[in-house]
């Protein structure tokens, strides 16, 4: 059976995922609803963590205290290429009760030696990339998992969605214009090249409309 699957996303009112100032006790707060097994999260978004990782010690090779009483979800990361080397202090918080590495065939060996020395269980699936729909498929059987969480980028979502893998897909939309390099861009500013140049604007109007569409009226802040 594949799990039910949700992307939850924090979004510029132009649509853009980064440079954005996100309230995490809101966006966390509402997590607790989907009751997830697993939170499977994209590598790239694991790399582009801001906070500082604490070094190794011996705590990152032993094995992990397993309790079924744990309702905790797992933390599952699909990095075919090895390049998440983290997971000491992702497994540090307090938030998963087990890590899962997704690799596929083509995965280096020396990664997979790495995930083993620090007991970070494995799923294989897939010749290059992470065959998805074959991961979900394995955390299901294995670990029971039944509904999973994704906290990732655009590039992860998108294969999900592509894959039809993708059940649910919430967004919270901030009032922030980011601006964007292309001209389809709500708002073309290629010039910024970080948060500063960030249009912050008030929310003066939401409606919902016909056909599931949604009204949003913004106050440019001068
Ligand atoms: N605003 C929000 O709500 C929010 C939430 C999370 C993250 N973010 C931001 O999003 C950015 C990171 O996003 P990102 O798009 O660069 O990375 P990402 O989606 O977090 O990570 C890419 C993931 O997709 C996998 N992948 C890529 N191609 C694949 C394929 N063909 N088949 C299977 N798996 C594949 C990669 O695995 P391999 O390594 O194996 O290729 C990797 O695990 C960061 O700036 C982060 O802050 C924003």
Known sequence: MLPRVILHNAVSADGRMDWLSVDMGQYYGLVSRWKEDATLVGAGTVLAAPDPVPPEDEAAFEPPEVSPRDKRPLLVIPDSRGRVRTWHALRAAPYWRGMVALVSRATPRAYLHYLKQRHIDIIVAGNDRV???????????????????????????????RAGLVDEVSILVHPTLVGGTSPRALYRAPDLTSAKGTLGVKLAHVAKLKGGVVWLRYQIRR
Do not use: I, M
Request: charged residues 25%; hydrophobic residues 40%; without cysteine.
């Open 131 to 161: 065959d998805l729909r074959k991961a979900l498929h394995t955390l299901n059987r294995r670990y029971g998992v039944k509904v999973v969480r994704v906290d990732s980028g655009g590039t992860l979502n998108g294969v999900l969605l």
